[in-house]
């Protein structure tokens, strides 16, 4: 396949690529001071200029092209533009170019080429006239969360298309993709990560999540989504938690673990084989997730069940990677859990109530699945919190957050920045919950959880990769027997 530079009009990829607007909720991450016109005009340099020339997986071994990922994280954090466009020479190199598709995409032969990395340019075409007719709620609720683009009668199984299980497979990377269009308003981000979702192969989904539903979206919803950025076209204070109820995503965590089906000799046999135990065991996982309890007749319940979600991948990431002979392995994996969570906040607003409930049931599916799939290691609570006091008892500067993120903005590893801004933000949320709000969830030790975790978790990542500029750590957590 012919390696092209693609071409656009300007005005086309002005509308795609606007200037960022400001955050579309209150629990969304907030802006850090620093932005400037140079700021801006370098931000959306950079995403224009990836989007002609590269394609979304950077090789042929389908490893995520993370360009505009960290350039965004850059400008958020308040990132001159200088820096943008130094990070993006090194970002840039060695990227696959982008391709030209055999064909274009269309709403008849849509589901034939899914999973073929070769048609990426086509489904970016397909959704950029898609997004700029619909808007991006309809068309999220269209072509991820629809019955018609998941499950079609007739079709073999392996053939069917699945988009949702597509959209939050890959590690979450469509989802992360979109996610930062929602959070800063840019439709070429959403454009990018639904074609990404589009090339992603093919993953384990129930087809029971899409018969009808008994819920409905209320007006207030239907409102809100019509107001937000990108459903037009361009030319809440924090809540009080409550006892958990028993069904909490921590108490399901404690339940999984107490099943035979995940004793260490099936974890060997799916050892980094996301894939494979989804095949083998998505169902058994599945039916943990519908456990959890999402109530959206509730006030407020959304905001409780994405906490929820939240402090699971902030605990199974430190707390699961942390054991008290080497302290905290750096998980590479784990890693994109915290960081994928960060986006929760700003794509929820975009979904009617039946969608929300449909993608936190299937992103709290997939982080047991990453859970499971790198070692099902154990999360000793009091022996995490034990050897960890002093970071939150003995703080030498006047906000160590404002110090982290600092650090991160010039570390060399692009996700570095990305995972201590989710810290930072998550402790600015949650980081006032006090001991015992996890009492009465079935997890050993979570009522000794506080606020102090997002802090505790950020300082270990940054000691760990401080450590001789090391990786991320990709070995995962053999099970022993």
């Not at 029971?208 to 539903?213: G, H, M, N, R, V």
Request: aromatic fraction near 12%; charged fraction near 20%.
């Amino acid at each position: 396949m012919t390696a092209v530079q693609q071409t656009y009009p300007g005005s086309e990829l002005d509308v795609l690529f606007p200037s960022p607007s400001s955050p579309p909720d209150v629990l969304s991450p907030p802006r850090y001071p620093g932005a400037s016109p140079e700021a801006v005009a370098a931000l959306t340099y950079v995403l224009k200029d990836n989007y002609t020339k590269y394609h979304i997986f950077s090789n042929y071994r389908r490893f995520h092209n993370h360009i505009t990922h960290r350039a965004l994280a850059l400008y958020v954090t308040g990132a001159g533009g200088s820096l943008i466009e130094q990070f993006y020479k090194q970002d840039s190199v060695n990227q696959r170019p982008a391709i030209e598709p055999p064909e274009a995409i269309t709403e008849e032969n849509f589901i034939e080429h899914l999973g073929d990395d070769k048609f990426y340019a086509a489904y970016k075409t397909f959704f950029s006239k898609v997004i700029e007719e619909r808007g991006v709620s309809a068309t999220l609720e269209e072509y991820i969360f629809s019955k018609k683009y998941n499950f079609v009668e007739g079709r073999d199984a392996s053939a069917q298309p699945v988009m949702l299980a597509r959209f939050l497979g890959g590690l979450f990377h469509a989802f992360i993709h979109v996610g930062y269009g929602a959070e800063f308003g840019i439709p070429g981000m959403v454009v990018e990560g639904l074609a990404l979702a589009s090339v992603h192969e093919y993953e384990f989904l129930p087809s029971y999540l899409f018969e009808p539903s008994d819920t409905t979206a209320v007006d207030e919803v239907t409102t809100r989504l019509a107001s937000l950025v990108l459903n037009t076209k361009i030319s809440v204070a924090p809540f009080q938690v409550e006892r958990p109820p028993q069904n909490h995503a921590l108490s399901i965590l404690a339940k999984i673990m107490q099943d035979s089906k995940f004793a260490a000799k099936e974890i060997k046999k799916h050892f980094k084989d996301f894939d494979g135990l989804m095949s083998e065991h998505g169902d058994t996982i599945w039916r943990y997730a519908e456990q959890w309890t999402i109530d959206p007749s509730q006030p407020g319940e959304i905001d409780r069940k994405m906490e929820e979600c939240i402090w699971m991948s902030t605990i199974l990431y430190a707390i699961g990677g942390w054991s008290k002979d080497r302290g905290l392995r750096a998980e590479f994996f784990f890693m994109h859990l915290v960081t994928s969570s960060l986006f929760l906040p700003s794509l929820l607003p975009y979904l009617p109530q039946d969608s929300q409930v449909l993608l936190l049931r299937g992103y709290f599916a997939s982080t047991l699945g990453w859970w499971i799939a790198r070692g099902f290691p154990g999360l000793d609570i009091q022996g995490f919190l034990s050897a960890t006091s002093h970071i939150s008892s003995e703080i030498e500067v006047a906000n160590p957050f404002l110090d982290i993120v600092q650090s991160a903005i010039t570390h060399p590893d692009s996700h570095m920045l990305k995972i201590q801004r989710a810290f930072a933000h998550f402790s600015s949320l949650y980081g006032a919950r006090p001991k015992g709000s996890f009492e009465g969830t079935e997890l050993e030790g979570a009522e000794a959880l506080d606020g102090t975790l997002f802090l505790r978790a950020a300082r270990l990542t940054e000691e760990y990769m401080n450590e001789g500029r090391r990786a991320w750590s990709q070995e995962g957590f053999p099970p022993r027997d």
